[in-house]
């Protein structure tokens, strides 16, 4: 980082966090106690202060890591400034732990984007940092550092981890992918990801040495055609069927295989992924979430992907494989038919932006959710199409771990998608400044919005005297 830089980001990042915490005090002054799952996660949390490791809430459905990280930093803080009685584990210290994973979040998408765009030197440190307090800002992640929950820490955990893959330091990933999966558990899948990156690495170099061998066959890894996905496959199939290829992938990702066989051995102990309350959280193969998780990155990515060009490029793609559109078509119907499940929680609860999506969009009528397939099908090209610098291989592991993190959740909830989204919106290229700004305002006023709703637009239910709030 050089000195102009340095200045840049300490600025944006100090602003950043002050903004943050003046906002983390007007969420506090209105909202003193506990809100929704706050209601388990806080006194869990204060039981661990008090030393009472062996206390559980049933209704919990993550592993402690949250709690246990709590006690670490404000117990020492307590001590340290001696501080006592009920500030300590206080429902405004705890969310403040949020407040700081916040700043780490900010730290660690800036590394990223200057790791994964080091070759790009058409992007300068102003982009980079622009870039970096957009993510930092991204408002399904950001709401929730106001509030005492799993997501900033998860977050913090996975792409702290994904940095150290990318830096070729494993034993440190897998060892901060533990910790988010101790926050949650689906992030053992970015465990697997960070793995498949070093695999995705090994077979793009032995792709490239299989097409230099064949340089009078004209393949490409980053062609569409259905002849030259066959060829690759064909090559994958025989690469990972080669023990000598599998011995050096082994040796390389030895310390993924290992916190992946941990939680084999969790999930066989405990009978399950869930821990604590299964009943509200089963898994299912509900495939229209990936249509959701491409609505809402198109929605919150239209700089990117929703533009003319991208339109008009889709318009010819149609023309040029109608017979593949046709078939993808045919399938997402079927698959939206067969597959699609309401959760109890999102036809209940009217508290979250998901209800009143479910409700005014696709309850208007039956045939609504058929309708959208041409959506998806753009929000599908387009995702992909912004994916194309990056190898064959890569996008096909990225593709796996999307499909694996969000299709097998029955509840539509906006909390599962930060992190496939996080991930992608890293690894695309940048934007002009014009859009980098355009797409930085929106997630300013989508929070503006947010924010206010919670602390103004308050409600009651009729068979409950609690005051109740708007939220992601």
């Not at 840049?8 to 966090?17: E, K």
């Not at 690469?239 to 030895?254: G, H, I």
């Amino acid at each position: 980082m050089e000195g102009a830089e340095a200045y840049g980001f300490s600025g944006a990042m100090s602003g950043a966090f002050l903004l943050s915490c003046l906002l983390f005090a007007a969420v506090s002054r209105r909202q003193r106690g506990p809100y929704m799952d706050e209601v388990f996660h806080v006194p869990q949390a204060q039981a661990y202060c008090q030393g009472r490791f062996l206390q559980w809430d049933p209704m919990i459905t993550t592993l402690p890591g949250l709690y246990l990280l709590s006690v670490g930093v404000v117990k020492p803080a307590a001590w340290l400034l001696g501080w006592t009685g009920s500030v300590v584990c206080s429902v405004g210290m705890l969310r403040f732990i949020n407040l700081l994973f916040s700043a780490g979040n900010f730290y660690l998408l800036y590394l990223l984007l200057f790791k994964i765009h080091q070759k790009n030197k058409a992007v300068s440190g102003f982009q980079r940092i622009l870039s970096a307090l957009t993510l930092a800002a991204f408002p399904t992640l950001y709401f929730f550092t106001f509030l005492y929950y799993t997501d900033p820490g998860s977050v913090f955990f996975t792409l702290f981890s994904y940095l150290m893959c990318l830096y070729g330091n494993h034993k440190t990933s897998a060892l901060l992918g533990f910790c988010g999966f101790m926050f949650r558990q689906t992030n053992i899948v970015w465990t697997v990801f960070c793995a498949g990156n070093v695999v995705a690495e090994k077979l793009s170099e032995a792709w490239k040495i299989e097409l230099q061998k064949k340089k009078d066959e004209k393949i490409s890894s980053r062609k569409g055609s259905f002849s030259d996905l066959t060829r690759i496959l064909q090559f994958l199939v025989k690469y990972l069927l080669s023990p000598k290829n599998l011995v050096t992938l082994t040796a390389l990702t030895w310390p993924y295989i290992i916190l992946v066989s941990l939680f084999f051995v969790f999930v066989f102990i405990n009978g399950g992924i869930v821990v604590g309350d299964r009943s509200s959280h089963e898994a299912c193969l509900h495939f229209p979430q990936l249509f959701y998780f491409l609505s809402f990155t198109v929605f919150f990515s239209f700089p990117h992907l929703l533009t003319p060009t991208k339109i008009r490029k889709f318009m010819l793609s149609l023309k040029k494989h109608p017979v593949q559109y046709s078939l993808v078509t045919v399938i997402s119907l079927f698959l939206i038919w067969k597959f699609t499940y309401v959760h109890k929680y999102l036809l209940a609860d009217n508290r979250h932006y998901t209800f009143y999506v479910w409700r005014k969009v696709f309850q208007r009528h039956e045939l609504v959710k058929y309708l959208l397939v041409p959506f998806y099908l753009f929000a599908g090209w387009s995702f992909a199409d912004t994916l194309k610098s990056k190898s064959i291989f890569w996008i096909l592991m990225y593709f796996v771990c999307l499909l694996a993190v969000t299709i097998p959740q029955k509840l539509l909830e906006f909390r599962y998608f930060i992190l496939p989204f996080l991930i992608y919106r890293l690894n695309i290229p940048f934007l002009s400044l014009y859009r980098q700004l355009l797409e930085l305002a929106f997630y300013i006023l989508v929070n503006a919005v947010t924010f206010y709703l919670f602390l103004n637009r308050t409600f009651q239910w009729e068979n409950s005297d609690e005051v109740q709030r708007f939220m992601w």
